[in-house]
T-cell receptor, first 114, second 111 residues
Framework: DAGITQSPRHKVTETGTPVTLRCHQT?????MYWYRQDPGHGLRLIHY???????DKGEVSDGYSVSRSKTEDFLLTLESATSSQTSVYFC?????????????FGPGTRLTVL | AQSVTQLDSQVPVFEEAPVELRCNYS??????LFWYVQYPNQGLQLLLK??????LVKGINGFEAEFNKSQTSFHLRKPSVHISDTAEYFC?????????FGQGTELSVKP
């Protein structure tokens, strides 16, 4: 298995509080991605990174920010959590952003915003 | 815009029966297509991918998929399923190195 960990694995928080999710990889892959998974929507890309301090928005980036200060860590922050951000969040990595590259997924973080 | 549609949200089958999970895509350019599987409470793992060449692609765990350009489809098949195949299956296409996923199909294999 690709060396990807996510923390925390489960979190319950209240509306309006800040939340940071961490993705850590040991593969030294250049590309890292954050997705959210919701019933009926599959996985949707929130943000991605193509190198240290290089990030870009995905399909559903509103309300989220990211940071990548080291190759191995990619942080996803909800500045002020809302109930609509209750979801399962997955991190993925890829050695290159090429069209034919497989992405490797972490175990997920289940976030509940009350 | 590119998109992926999985035609069935749930597919119940009996053990040892064949199964087909349907996926259609929309794209104006050549595509790379993927099938991922998600077992309960786990992340996604790659089953198979179509990049080019033979339109019949074989993957892990006895699954295969056929790329059909004229019908813009990439259906996943297995001739005989096991209880352990119970999972959610996602079809995806690659756009600019990013994956666009379908809505997912829950395969439920019953004894």
């Amino acid at each position: 298995d690709a060396g990807i960990t996510q923390s925390p694995r489960h979190k319950v928080t209240e509306t309006g509080t800040p939340v940071t999710l961490r993705c850590h990889q040991t593969e030294n892959h250049r590309y890292m991605y954050w997705y959210r998974q919701d019933p009926g929507h599959g996985l949707r890309l929130i943000h991605y990174s193509y190198g240290v301090k290089d990030t870009d928005k995905g399909e559903v980036s509103d309300g989220y920010s990211v940071s990548r200060s080291k190759t191995e860590d990619f942080l996803l922050t909800l500045e002020s959590a809302t109930s609509s951000q209750t979801s399962v969040y997955f991190c993925a990595i890829s050695p290159a952003g090429a069209e034919d590259n497989e992405q490797f997924f972490g175990p997920g973080t289940r976030l509940t915003v009350l | 815009a590119q998109s992926v549609t999985q035609l069935d949200s749930q597919v119940p089958v009996f053990e040892e029966a064949p199964v087909e999970l349907r996926c259609n895509y929309s794209s104006s350019v050549s595509v790379y297509l993927f099938w991922y599987v998600q077992y309960p409470n786990q992340g996604l793992q790659l089953l198979l991918k179509y990049l080019s060449g033979s339109t019949l692609v074989k993957g892990i765990n006895g699954f295969e998929a056929e790329f059909n350009k004229s019908q813009t489809s990439f259906h996943l098949r297995k001739p005989s399923v096991h209880i352990s195949d119970t999972a959610e299956y996602f079809c995806a296409l690659s756009q600019g190195g990013k994956l666009i996923f379908g809505q997912g199909t829950e395969l439920s294999v019953k004894p």
